[in-house]
């Protein structure tokens, strides 16, 4: 029977933060959960600008996943009317995202945006799980109710009466949304909530900065978890259990005929309709089951003194940052399907953020619109093995910075000049490990990689 989940533990959290301010912010160990503004996207392709009357009419975007259908009365003279192809900068966001033009128009009568969503768009969701999502003048992405979902025609659609930036979203997650597990072991799968709780009645609840694990007071209910289907699973293709919103799925003594198998547990959506029956959600998670693999755990911490902020307006802080990861190693000779999984991200402590020592004299004060530097590592991939128990890999992730105001002093008093935030891929450095240094459960070593005598990366690898 389905229950409502109460979870004994949150998991560590999924970004790799360095500071880029004085101002006060979460604890340590914490992400904010409260709204907060997100960057404006960027256009991605073209744009397509109609005219539309009195009469009304209807305008489909270039890539043609989004209409809009404006009723006749709507507009009391000609407008034009246009949708520009944008980056979805919703930290839950589904694909890519529609500037509606020109920005802030209000309707006498409510048009109506259609989106179309696609099989890539339900990789690992049912379409259930899909929301809709508009960016308000803060900056923060609003969740809309009152979506109508057409499974047959692939169509999400809702009435508004503006034009912002909008996009589609999930509301549930099954992280990791894939993973590798080697035969006979077990990999850990968790429920995330993506939006906040909605009030009662209410048409908008704004989506948070990053998926978080259910809490004791999120009201969301799980159901029957599945492998390929089977409830509970079986001997070929692997068990699955369920404790709280955590599952684990403990993978066959053999590989599977079917691999990757699907994991997944159903749910009842979090944004369900105010009126009628709500769908059932599935989350699934793929897994791939490999044999001939050596587990290797490694933590890796990265120290900087006066580490420059990315913005580059002089502001300068000392660093602390911490991430994990788990290195499946392949046994056979070149290290041939060996891969990155279970990357865990920390928050950074800074102590002792301030202007660079020969800006000092020239600068009033500066201030960080943002309590940090969210760089978060995402993925990784091995870059090459001279043999069995020689490897290097590489993580990457994607920082992005708030901007930033800097009070300079001019011979008339102090001149604000304002930094806009960006946002960008990184790496780590390419790092090195060394298999014949673990050859048993429980061997461990450490690495350091000095850049400079201020800025350090250690790794420290266990074998499992």
């Keep these: 029977m389905p229950r409502r989940v109460r979870p004994m533990a949150s998991i560590l959290l999924a970004a790799l933060l360095v500071a880029c301010g004085g101002r006060g912010g979460p604890p340590a160990g914490e992400r904010p959960t409260r709204p907060v503004a997100a960057l404006r996207g960027t256009p991605t392709g073209e744009s397509v600008t109609r005219s539309i009357g009195p009469p009304g ?44 033009g020109p920005g802030g128009r209000t309707f006498a009568r409510p048009v ?26 803060q900056g923060v992405w609003q969740a809309v109710r009152g979506v109508t979902l057409d499974t047959s025609a692939g169509t999400l659609t809702v009435a508004t009466d503006h034009f912002s ?27 995330l909530v993506c939006v906040q709780q909605p009030d009662t009645g209410s048409l908008l609840t704004p989506l948070l900065p990053e998926c978080r694990p259910i809490r004791d007071d999120d009201d969301i209910v799980l159901g029957t978890v599945a492998v390929n289907g089977v409830a509970g699973g079986n001997g070929a293709v692997g068990t699955v259990r369920r404790q709280r919103a955590v599952l684990t799925y403990t ?16 749910a009842e959506p979090l944004l369900a309709p105010l009126i009628g029956k709500p769908p059932k959600v599935l989350l699934v998670s793929h897994i791939r089951v490999e044999d001939d693999l050596v587990q290797v755990h490694v933590t890796g911490t990265f120290r900087a003194v006066g580490a420059r902020m990315p913005i580059q307006v002089n502001v300068l802080a000392d660093v602390r940052d911490r991430f994990e990861a ?6 056979k000779p070149g290290g041939s399907g060996s891969y990155v999984t279970g990357i865990r991200n920390t928050s950074s402590t800074e102590t002792n953020v301030r202007i660079a020592p020969f800006m000092a004299g020239g600068i009033c004060g500066f201030n960080v619109h943002g309590d940090y530097e969210h760089r978060t ?5 091995f870059l090459g093995a001279t043999d069995a128990g ?5 993580l990457t992730g994607t920082v992005t910075s708030p901007s930033a105001t800097v009070s300079y002093r001019t011979d008339t008093g102090c001149a604000p000049q304002t930094y ?32 400079t005598d201020l800025t350090v990366w250690e790794y420290h690898f266990e074998r499992r």
């Design 377 to 381: 590592l995402d993925s990784g991939s």
């Design 165 to 191: 930036d909008w996009a589609l979203f999930e509301s549930l997650r099954l992280d990791p949304a894939s993973g590798r597990v080697k035969v006979g072991q077990s990999i850990a799968l968790r429920v």
């Design 390 to 394: 020689h490897y290097t890999f590489q």
């Design 57 to 100: 009419g209807t305008v489909t975007s270039a890539d043609g996943r989004l209409s809009l259908i404006v009723p006749a009365g709507a507009l009391a003279a000609d407008t034009p009317i246009s949708i520009q192809p944008i980056t979805n900068t919703a930290a839950s966001g589904v694909g890519g995202a529609w500037r509606l």
């Design 420 to 451: 806009p935030g960006r946002t960008r891929r990184a790496a780590t450095p390419v790092i090195p490990v060394d298999l014949s240094r673990l050859q048993q459960p429980g061997d461990a070593y450490t690495f350091r990689d000095t850049f």
């Design 112 to 137: 109506q945006l259609v989106f179309r969503y696609t099989g890539a768009d339900l990789a690992g969701r049912s379409a259930a799980n899909l929301g809709v999502a508009f960016q308000d003048p």
């Design 326 to 331: 788990d290195l499946w190693l392949s046994l």
């Design 251 to 266: 993978a066959p003594a053999r590989k599977p005929r079917a691999n990757p198998v699907a994991v997944s547990v159903e």
